[in-house]
């Protein structure tokens, strides 16, 4: 199986060193580059197309969302997981019509870290726990409201 | 802290012994109970009431579905994760709306059960990843559907009535002239139109017209 090239983008030095070093302990994973700001990462995965960006979603000059949308709008089409501390229903919207492939938490083990690359780089989705509830809870009430009684007939 | 009590609702041997040894192993989780049968699941759990039940789909008796509906009746505190070999993810609406936590597909590693696990119990929601794509599809999907009724019941009669002529490919000049307004006053509820409804053309208020029902093709 070949390496997934993937690109770590997060603005503190130490937390993005920290990520590196764990992922590069895993032989299927190759880290390529690293990135602090929003522009920076546009600039570099435009240039390398990593299969994954591994990106935090709050950094300087461009969010996570925003340098999503940009890179979809470039047609570029690595996959970003998003690494997020405050998930609410907005965010988490903005995030997937972005197009965003998943979502991690920086409270997530190096073992979830892991899994989740491997999902978004063969394609599917990954929503870490916190993520998934918030989004299957509004799930559940809008199905709720479009099933009312008086619907019925 | 005390243990993750464990409950196993499979109607394979095999399946049940391989994940009891798995789970045998870690220090926070332990397998309290075990069934085969959707039927006994349900009265098993009400007896011992574990923390998590993982949940087959299809067994005999009472099939995993309706298991779940009874169990979280009866115990809401009680989390139940479907662990499953239907990989399409075909029940999954079905499970979350019984009171299902989490859908774990049987291909996943030890790990990630586990995580998926622990997930559950502290109230979170855990879903395999080619399952998580599927919520995701149909969450944007009703989303949109929400936002479009909002936005519709957000028009005025008056822009109702123009959309309904603009989808059937009217002029400004043959909508002022039905409606006895101006040229003028027509194009300002069509720009309202395409603020409120967040189109940027005809073609896109056509089609909102066509998703709506306003018109037929």
Redesign the interface.
Known sequence: MAKIKILVAEEHTLCCEAICALLRNNENIDVIDQAYNGKEVLEKVSKQLPDVVLMDSAMPIMNGVEVTHQLRKRNITSRVLLITIYENKEVI?AA??AGVN?FISKNA?G??LV??IF??SRG????Y??V??I??R???Q??K??MRPDHLS | MGKIKIFLADDHLILREGIRSLLQKLPDIEVVGEATDGETAVNEVSRIIPDVVLMDITMPKLNGLEATRQIKEKHPQVKVLILTMHETGQYL?EM??AGAS?YVVKTT?S??LI??IR??Y??????Y??I??M??E???S??K??EEKTSYEGLTGREREILAYIAEDKKNKEIADTLGISVRTVQAHRTNLMDKLGAHDRTELVKYAIRKGIINL
Do not use: E, I, N, W
Request: hydrophobic share 45%.
């Open positions: 919207l997937l019509r998943g083990t073992s979830d899994s989740a999902a978004v599917d989705f990954f929503l726990p916190s998934a509830k989004m299957v509004d799930y559940l809008d199905l409201k479009t | 609406s979350l709306q989490g590693t790990a990630d995580s998926a997930a559950v502290h109230g979170d929601v855990y879903l990843p080619s998580a794509r919520l995701v149909d969450y944007l009703q989303v559907t929400g």
